[in-house]
């Protein structure tokens, strides 16, 4: 059985850092294409950053580019999102997914963390 276990959020302020941890088990990440999404209260669900197994390219939403870094630990089999320069629209429940499709950007990834609460206050 496939597990994503997220860890890392909380409330920060404006322009502050949190770095966001999905830990796997069940399932090797590096394997298939994995990545980070979020949802805003009212808002669908969106990719905002990946990274496909084939060559290792990352993909980030233009709403994050330039703040936002995704990263992979093998030995760890963990996957990472560190997020700077925090702004009160990032503020979502975020998710990490993994055992998706290359180019990391298609849909359909198979296995979903639970979420995490990040509340960036102004």
């Known amino acids: 059985e496939v597990q994503l276990v997220e860890s890392g959020g909380g409330l920060v302020q404006a322009g502050g850092s949190l770095t966001l941890s999905c830990a796997a088990s069940g399932v090797t990440l590096d394997d298939y294409a994995r990545g980070w999404f979020r949802q805003a209260p009212g808002k669908k669900r969106e990719g905002i950053s990946c990274?496909?197994?084939?060559?290792?390219?990352?993909y980030y939403a233009e709403s994050v580019k330039g703040r936002f870094t995704i990263s992979s630990d093998n030995a760890k089999n963990t996957l990472y999102l560190q997020m700077n320069s925090l702004k009160t629209e990032d503020t979502a429940v975020y998710y990490c997914a993994a055992v998706g499709k290359n180019p990391c950007t298609q849909l359909g990834y198979d296995a979903w963390g639970q979420g995490t609460q990040v509340i960036v206050s102004s």
């Open positions: 990274i496909s197994s084939n060559d290792g390219s990352t």
